[in-house]
């Protein structure tokens, strides 16, 4: 009777870790098995969305997606969010593109300069603009303690405001062969934005994997009185985080100007909530502390194979913003349980 309760026993045991290790495996790696299947459902649906041509374009389009998707990483782990990076991209992209113009009639903003500065001025002025940008939500987040869900949207008012202000509501046009480069050029086959975007994701994890800083974001998110109580400068660092959120953006904003040859008041309308929807679905969770890079990525290339996706299935674009809208929600609700 013995030897048989103790063959149950090891039986219930072997039962019990495997059903815990399939946990865990689903746990860390079920993002990935949602993308996967996600794009083998898309290459059934549409035979188009597996040719060359297409699945360039996804990644072009993901590239600005995951830079700003980064920098909403970095926030969201601090316990914070960032409804300005949209229009952050839209200010620097104009302002970049203004010092990228070529020189003639068709340059419109600074006739004088055109075609006569190097291409790091434009890309610095780009980078200017979303450090300064990012540089001031931090600031006032830490020196007013003033929610970050309300500074974020005055910053996004205020910088959609600054790029129809700068460029008089009109697009800049006729930009440099050398500035275009940046986001239609290709090194060995691979489109540049997404290099550019693979080594901000690596920097950006090494940051938060491999530094006395990336710990110090964590800490603050998981307990910020604790931090406090611990040492830790809280209002620093968050200014830091935002600052760097703010580069992201203003890359992002060179990036998506380069890549449509033209720097336009009304670019990354909606885009804050794709790149917080890429990091939340990434794993990132709402109530901080808890968050990777590399599922901000996966959660980017979703958001990018079903748009591009829904678009080759001739779906809505009404519909499109209620299927993502619905895939924040779940995405929510799953961090909440998962938490509990």
């Excluded at 039986?11 to 495996?25: E, H, V």
């Excluded at 601090?78 to 949209?86: A, E, I, P, Q, R």
């Excluded at 203004?98 to 890309?123: C, F, N, T």
Aim: aromatic share 8%.
């Amino acid at each position: 009777m013995s030897t048989i309760n103790e063959k149950q026993l090891n039986g219930s045991l072997a039962k019990s870790d495997f059903k815990s290790t399939f946990k865990g495996f689903v746990r860390k790696y079920g993002i990935v098995l949602i993308l996967l299947g996600l794009f083998v459902l898309m290459s059934v649906l549409s035979p188009a969305f597996l040719k060359t041509r297409n699945l360039l374009n996804v990644v072009r389009q993901i590239s600005v997606i995951g830079l700003i998707g980064l920098g909403s990483t970095c926030i969201i782990i601090t316990g914070g969010t960032d409804l300005s990076s949209g229009s952050i991209i839209a200010l620097a992209a104009v302002i970049a593109a203004s010092l990228a113009q070529r020189a003639g009639w068709e340059a419109a903003m600074y006739p004088a300069l055109a075609g006569k500065l190097p291409l790091i001025v434009p890309i610095l002025a780009g980078l200017l603009v979303g450090v300064l940008c990012g540089f001031l939500n931090g600031w006032t987040v830490a020196k007013f303690r003033i929610p970050p869900f309300i500074v974020t949207l005055g910053m996004m008012t205020i910088a959609r405001g600054f790029a129809l202000l700068y460029s008089d509501g009109r697009p800049v046009s006729s930009l440099t062969d050398a500035y275009n480069f940046i986001g239609q050029g290709e090194v060995l086959g691979i489109p540049f934005p997404i290099i550019v975007l693979a080594v901000m994701a690596v920097v950006t994890h090494i940051m938060l994997s491999n530094t006395k800083f990336g710990r110090y974001i964590y800490a603050i998110g998981g307990n910020e009185q604790a931090a406090k109580i611990s040492g830790l400068n809280v209002g620093k660092i968050l200014i830091l985080v935002y600052t760097y959120a703010g580069l992201l953006a203003g890359l992002a904003g060179i990036v998506l100007s380069s890549r449509i040859s033209s720097g336009q008041p009304g670019l990354g309308q909606g885009y804050e909530l794709d790149a917080i929807a890429s990091a939340i679905i990434g794993g990132t969770s709402f109530t901080g502390g808890v968050g990777t890079v590399w599922g901000t990525i996966v959660g980017a290339l979703i958001i990018g194979i079903l748009n591009n996706g829904l678009d080759l299935l001739n779906v809505s674009a009404y519909w499109q913003q209620i299927v993502k809208g619905l895939i924040i929600v779940v995405a929510i609700i799953i961090d909440e349980r998962k938490n509990k």
